[in-house]
């Protein structure tokens, strides 16, 4: 164990990881490496965080922040155990407990882990015993996009301690308590909950519901439970997240991370915002759309929201949602849900086409949008011919004509361009293609999953994922090892066709090889065959299986032996059953 300019604590190895995280109350550890991009942009807001905790005075607090090195062997073990599949990634640890620790969701600056890692540190409700405790909760909360929001019940009824909650042997029956503590816990960056004492100071603070909200624009929303007895974090967090956005808004750099990390399907309307100033007939464009979709977003509150997005300012973003149409065609609109799109592709001014659009949506009867390389062929085109020694190249629009099919397994290496892992396993997947290109319903394939949406949610790169014949359930390669036997192994063990070792293919090749330059077939069926059969290898099997096939093998006394390119065509006239394995091109 060793620091890093003094305040960044360095762990190497399970053990000491494991005796410092039990010995401080609480620890941020970035799990990071030297190659990776934002590693290199977190570090110093890293250690300036580390340096702002070491002189805080407040204990109570106080956080130790640590780095561990994704590259470094002796951290394989924790790479392992918190299933570490991208960096950085920063995760905290509290009271000791190595089995639960919270994923950093805060901005990575210097301001936003110090602020993120003392919420946490801070009880998830804060009591409010008189006005000016409620004032200056109210004000240090709701700053930036930031809400406020206050439980009082009438009668003091519901003035329980919500943070004993999580106290060995209080409990209580009431869900929308449990529910309300956990959001407050959950949530601390979107949302600080804090509740009132007693009746009188609710009527001083003109209280008037168990639950108010308090929104950064100063104006207070009150919040309507269906049922206060049996409401669920999820009607909640409805409501909450619903007041928390404007009805119709421009994204920007302020507000970015804020929309991208809501629980609510995102509305993406993409257009050339900004007022031309060189063009007086040009309108106000920001105040036309919000004018046209404001009807919208109040039908749909609460389930979606409404986001303007200008292509001159964010055009990276369009391109990463991968609608070429917001190029082409603007304005365009695109419905983002999770890992599913759906692309309005209607004329934007036909509010009956919009309509119906969002009624679809609604329904659940959209076909979901996937980005896909060969729609980019100005901008990013894929090659016409694929590498007949290599992995078969497929794009987002092929992705489920070869994977999940009932035809053939495939092995799937999902990757990025700008990711050093991926440049690094390239050579071997492709020798690994090479060895298994000549099994029939076996495919070894790669898809640049930064460019093309799949069914498959990737979260890190390289992801290998094994597909069986008929399954969309993909087996993940796991093994830190990414040796060319190691995947061999890998897809031996999964495949759902039979795999012959490399010696016995090596010899099928040689063999095929000949025969075809001395242009011998056979004629089975009325379609001609290579003569690539495993037979040339199990010939004494097969003898010892059929009485026609030992008599066609020359066996008895006094007969001629013949070879085994004369043996197999005798054994197709004597067992025209026999399965003939005829995949194999050269």
């Known amino acids: ?104 969701t805060g901005e990575r600056t210097k301001e936003g882990i110090v602020s993120w890692c003392k919420k946490r540190a801070a009880p998830a409700v804060i009591p409010l015993s008189d006005a000016e405790a409620f004032s200056n909760f109210v004000k240090s909360n709701t700053n930036g996009r930031n809400l406020a929001m206050v439980v009082w019940h009438e009668g003091g009824g519901y003035v329980l301690q919500l943070n004993n909650l999580k106290k ?132 749909y509150k609460g389930k979606l929201l409404f986001v303007l997005l200008d292509i001159n300012k964010f055009g990276s973003q369009v391109e990463n949602i991968g609608e070429p149409h917001f190029f082409f065609d603007i304005p365009g609109v695109l419905i983002q849900k999770a890992e599913a799109k759906y692309l309005f592709r209607g004329e934007i001014n036909n509010t009956n086409a919009l309509a119906e659009f969002f009624d679809a949506w609604k329904n659940g009867t959209l076909p979901i949008f996937r980005k896909s390389q060969n729609f980019f062929v100005v901008l990013k085109p894929v090659p016409d011919k694929q590498d007949p020694e290599g992995a078969f190249v497929l794009v987002g629009s092929t992705f489920e004509d070869h994977v999940g099919t009932k035809s053939k397994d495939a092995f799937v290496d999902f990757y990025a361009d700008w990711c050093p892992p991926c440049q690094k396993i390239a050579p071997t997947f492709k020798e690994l293609a090479k060895k298994f290109k000549d099994v029939p319903g076996l495919m070894i394939a790669k898809i640049n999953a930064d460019e093309n949406d799949t069914f498959q949610k990737i979260e890190s790169y390289p992801t290998l994922l094994f597909y069986k014949k008929g399954s969309r359930e993909g087996i993940e390669y796991k ?96 067992c025209p059953t026999i399965k003939i394995v005829s995949q194999f091109f050269y």
């Open 1 to 104: 164990m060793s620091e890093v300019q003094s305040f960044v604590v360095t762990l190497e190895g399970e053990e000491a990881f494991n005796k410092f995280i039990k010995e401080n109350k609480y620890v941020l550890v970035d799990f990071s490496t030297s190659w990776c991009h934002w590693c290199k942009v977190l570090e110093p807001h890293y250690k300036e965080a580390a340096a702002i905790f070491h002189n805080d005075k407040d204990e109570k607090t106080k956080t130790k922040l640590v780095y561990v090195d994704g590259e470094n062997d002796d951290n394989n073990a924790l790479l392992k155990k918190y299933e570490i599949k991208g960096f950085p990634t920063i995760m905290f640890f509290q009271n000791g407990d190595l089995d639960n620790p919270q994923e950093f």
């Open 168 to 299: 060995k042997g209080n409990e209580t029956n009431d869900s929308t308590l449990k529910a309300i503590y956990e959001i407050a816990n959950k949530h601390r960056d979107e949302i600080s909950v804090g509740h009132v004492t007693n009746n009188k100071l609710a009527k001083e603070c003109a209280l008037s519901s168990p639950l108010t909200l308090f929104r950064f624009d100063a104006s207070t929303v009150t919040l309507q439970l269906k049922d206060w007895k049996s409401a669920t974090v999820e009607e909640i967090l409805g409501l909450i997240t619903a007041e928390k956005f404007p009805l119709v808004d421009e994204i920007s750099q302020n507000n970015a991370s804020d929309y991208l990390n809501s629980q609510l399907p995102l509305v993406w309307i993409a257009d050339k915002i900004e007022k031309d100033s060189t063009d007086e007939k040009s309108g106000d464009k920001k105040q036309q759309l919000i004018t046209l979709f404001k009807p919208l977003a109040e039908k």
């Open 479 to 574: 093994n830190a090892e990414r040796s060319l036997n190691s995947f061999i192994e890998f897809v031996k063990a999964n495949a759902t066709v039979d795999c012959p070792s490399q010696k016995k293919l090596m010899k099928l090749r040689r063999a095929v090889k000949k025969m075809t330059q001395q242009r011998k077939f056979f004629t089975v069926n009325n379609h001609k065959h290579s003569i690539c059969l495993f037979f040339l290898l199990e010939v004494n099997k097969i003898r010892k299986k059929s009485k026609c096939c030992r008599k066609s093998g020359g066996n008895e006394k006094g007969k001629k032996k013949v070879g085994p390119f004369s043996l197999l065509q005798q054994l197709i006239v004597c």
